[in-house]
């Protein structure tokens, strides 16, 4: 890529570093600025990673999937998007592959994720 | 109306406060030299022109070099005239970013859309094509159809969309929101996409 265009990328807000380390498979809580009439709150949306897209670029995105009331919701959040607050990790996902997608074809238990158990 | 000479440069996407990526095109945006002024006694109109862009003294021709010797320049790549420009000029004056163009301004950019070569009428001229692939279709699901009718008028009017070339001519892109300038490197950053190809030449009016 051109030196040029990395400049222009270098005036986004970069706070990658502020957040954790987090890979597909890995559920995490986003804390999302929401504005509703002129006053700014925080929204909670907790899910699995299912892919992290164009890693380290302007453009780069991470996809969550969670369970809301029995309705499956996917949400994709610009990793440098100035509306997120705050990136929880809650717990770390034993996977095989980068990209879930394979979550969307499965229910209940067999959606499940084995943690990551790290030895320490 | 005022403007500047640029180079595409490329694509990327910038945030604004309200956490909405927008796309995004940089444009290395001169500094254009004043290379004539157009009077309206002399031409009838009055007009600047500005060039861009370094040029080898042995690629230019001989004509040009004394155009440009005139002008007090080396010479240039890219020659561009600016009808009834807002402000009044001499010969030979560097023209940068910041003269012309703020954060927030409106700019019509022109460039030179990247030639597609042959093509049908689908991508063309967005026709929908034949319909479905049954119904006896075999091998026609991307052509025009009807041409028109039959023995009237008995020809193919004039003017009507059919393949061919496609790309490489002349498109003005505008009302495209000016979102940053980085005057060290003489960088424009412009909402929304610009027609032509990267380091092509872009023309940048406000």
Same mark, same amino acid.
């Not at chain 1, 222009?8 to 954790?20: D, F, G, L, M, W």
């Not at chain 2, 301004?105 to 597609?116: A, L, N």
């Not at chain 2, 159809?145 to 505008?174: E, H």
């Not at chain 2, 960088?187 to 032509?196: A, C, D, N, T, W």
């Given at each position: ?9 270098? $005036? ?35 899910? $699995? ?13 991470? $996809? ?53 158990? $790290?030895?320490? | ?46 007009? @600047? ?21 005139? *002008? ?27 003269? @012309? ?19 049908? @009428? @689908? ?39 059919? *393949? ?32 032509? *190809? ?9």
């Amino acid at each position: 890529m051109s030196e040029l265009i990395k400049l222009v990328e270098a $005036t986004n807000e970069n706070r990658k570093s502020e957040y954790p380390d987090f890979k597909s498979g890995d559920t995490i809580v986003v804390h999302v600025k929401i504005r509703e009439g002129g006053k700014e709150r925080l929204q909670l949306y907790q899910g $699995t990673v299912m892919q992290r897209r164009n890693p380290n670029s302007a453009g780069e995105t991470f $996809t969550v999937r969670k369970i809301s009331n029995g309705i499956a919701v996917e949400r994709i959040f610009p990793i440098l998007s100035p509306s997120i607050a705050k990136i929880e990790l809650l717990r770390r996902g034993k996977v095989r592959r980068a990209r879930l997608f394979y979550l969307r074809g499965r229910q209940g238990k067999a959606a499940r994720i084995k943690e990551l158990k $790290t030895s320490k | 109306m005022s403007g500047l000479i640029g180079k595409k440069i490329g694509m990327t996407s910038l945030y604004d406060a309200d956490g909405q990526a927008l796309a995004c095109t940089v444009i290395q945006a001169g500094p254009c030299v004043v290379t004539q002024l157009r009077t309206e006694e002399k031409d009838g109109y009055k007009a @600047v022109q500005l060039a861009y862009g370094e040029k080898k003294e042995k690629n230019t021709t001989k004509p040009m070099l004394g155009h440009f010797k005139a *002008a007090g320049t080396t010479p240039k790549r890219k020659v561009v005239e600016f009808k009834y420009f807002a402000r009044e000029f001499e010969l030979g004056k560097t023209l940068t970013i910041g003269d @012309v163009f703020a954060e927030g301004d409106f700019v019509d950019v022109v460039g030179k859309v990247k030639g597609r070569g042959f093509q049908g @009428v @689908v991508k063309r001229h967005g026709f929908g094509g034949v319909g479905g692939q049954t119904h006896g279709q075999h091998n026609r699901a991307r052509h025009p159809g009807s041409i028109g009718a039959c023995s009237f008028p008995s020809r193919v009017f004039k003017g009507l969309r059919m *393949a061919g070339r496609m790309g490489g001519n002349r498109v003005t892109i505008q009302n495209l929101r000016v979102l940053k300038i980085i005057p060290e490197q003489n960088l424009l950053v412009i909402s929304g996409s610009v027609p032509g *190809a990267k380091e092509s030449f872009v023309i940048i009016e406000k």
